[in-house]
């Protein structure tokens, strides 16, 4: 029996989330120091990733990163303290809601079927009106 898996999105406000996608950039950009090698790393468009960042630093009143312009030793991307935060504090409560939805769902995992579904060609299909006139 394996726990639930539990993936997260926290909404601040209407233009304002945070989720694992987000969060895994940011330590990406943390642990690189490069948008460009975190965008390369986790297989995703530079621009996809430029625009997830800026999706972040425009969504709170404080920087989540901060760009360096490239030059002879090139440019780079750094998370601020800000940012740290972000990610730290998602991460916990990350674990806090695992473990949480571990010990609630601990009896219902104990019973989920192992083995692979059923193909959707055989599978049974509900009747319904429409169906049930053409037979």
């Known amino acids: 029996m394996r726990a639930p898996r539990i993936r997260l999105r926290i909404d601040f406000g209407e233009n304002a989330s945070l989720g694992p996608g987000k969060i895994a950039l940011l330590e ?3 642990a690189t120091g490069s948008l460009s090698e975190a965008a390369r790393g986790m297989k995703m468009s530079y621009r996809r990733a430029w625009l997830l960042v800026e999706e972040i630093n425009q969504a709170f009143a404080e920087r989540a990163t901060l760009s360096a312009v490239g030059g002879a030793g090139g440019g780079g991307m750094n998370v601020t303290a800000f940012g740290q935060g972000l990610i730290s504090r998602f991460r916990a409560f990350e674990r806090s809601v695992a473990t949480l939805g571990a010990q609630r769902f ?8 192992e083995r692979k579904p ?7 299909r509900p009747l319904n009106r429409a169906s049930a006139k053409m037979r």
């Open 28 to 30: 990406a950009i943390a």
């Open 106 to 113: 601990a009896a219902i995992a104990a019973t989920v079927n």
């Open 118 to 124: 059923a193909s959707r060609a055989h599978a049974a």
